[in-house]
């Protein structure tokens, strides 16, 4: 078996981690996540020194998460998507048609 994903250290506060990305794009993702959770760390730990990183880790995770979710809603929620959703549909019928 042939693993030809790249390896890559992401940094996180004091922390490497290595990870396997299968494209290019998939690291300026990791990198670019990084990069945010670092900045946000920088920020809490120059405005409450000596309180633990793991307490605003775990708090920017849920900060993190809660964007996920808006933004996940706001798709489901596009009134675009729900237009593109019924002309697929008419034209896979349309194209159905054509093919029987």
């Known amino acids: 078996m042939n693993d030809e994903r790249q390896k890559i250290k992401i940094r996180i506060?004091?922390?490497?981690?290595?990870?396997?990305?299968?494209?290019?794009?998939?690291?300026?993702y990791f990198r670019r996540a990084a990069k945010e959770i670092n900045a946000k760390l920088i920020s809490y730990q120059t405005e409450y020194p000596g309180n633990p990183s793991i307490e605003f880790l775990s708090f920017i995770a849920l900060l993190m998460a809660k964007k996920v979710l808006m933004l996940e809603d706001r798709l489901?929620?596009?009134?675009?998507?729900?237009?593109i959703d019924d002309l697929d549909a008419r034209l896979r019928q349309y194209l159905q048609k054509d093919n029987e």
């Open 13 to 28: 506060g004091t922390w490497d981690h290595l990870l396997k990305v299968s494209s290019p794009e998939e690291e300026n």
């Open 76 to 83: 489901k929620n596009d009134p675009l998507k729900e237009e």
